[in-house]
C-alpha cells in the first residue's frame, strides 16, 4: 500500500492525495513534477532510480486507506545531487 506522502521531500510542495504533479520513485520517494523531471532529471536522488506519476487513490478508498500525514522534507544537496543525475540520466532505467 503506497503512503501518499503530502509534500515534496526537496521543495517542500504540498502534493495532496489527488495531485497530479506528484511524482515517486521505487523506494516511494516523493517529489513534485518540476524536482522531479526538471531539477533531477529523472533520476532519483536518493536511490538513482527513474519516476513515475503517483497514482490517485479513489475517494472511496481514502477512509479505510489514508494517505500519510508524514512530511518528508529532507532538501537535496544539489551538488551531490547534480553528480547522481549526471551519472544516470543516460541510461535507461531498467539497465541503471
Given at each position: 500500500?503506497?503512503?501518499?506522502?503530502p509534500c515534496?521531500?526537496?521543495?517542500?510542495?504540498?502534493?495532496?492525495?489527488?495531485?497530479?504533479?506528484?511524482?515517486?520513485?521505487?523506494?516511494?520517494?516523493?517529489?513534485?513534477?518540476?524536482?522531479?523531471?526538471?531539477?533531477?532529471?529523472n533520476v532519483?536522488?536518493?536511490?538513482?532510480?527513474?519516476?513515475?506519476?503517483?497514482?490517485?487513490?479513489?475517494?472511496?478508498?481514502?477512509?479505510?486507506?489514508?494517505?500519510?500525514?508524514?512530511?518528508?522534507?529532507?532538501?537535496?544537496?544539489?551538488?551531490?545531487?547534480?553528480?547522481?543525475?549526471?551519472?544516470?540520466?543516460?541510461?535507461?532505467?531498467?539497465?541503471?
Open positions: 500500500m503506497l503512503e501518499i506522502r515534496c521531500e526537496h521543495c517542500g510542495k504540498a502534493l495532496p492525495v489527488n495531485s497530479t504533479e506528484a511524482m515517486i520513485c521505487s523506494f516511494e520517494c516523493t517529489y513534485c513534477r518540476k524536482c522531479a523531471l526538471e531539477l533531477f532529471q532519483c536522488p536518493s536511490c538513482g532510480g527513474n519516476f513515475v506519476q503517483r497514482p490517485i487513490r479513489p475517494k472511496k478508498h481514502l477512509k479505510k486507506y489514508p494517505p500519510s500525514e508524514k512530511k518528508v522534507f529532507e532538501p537535496k544537496d544539489l551538488t551531490k545531487a547534480k553528480i547522481n543525475t549526471e551519472r544516470y540520466k543516460d541510461i535507461a532505467p531498467e539497465m541503471r
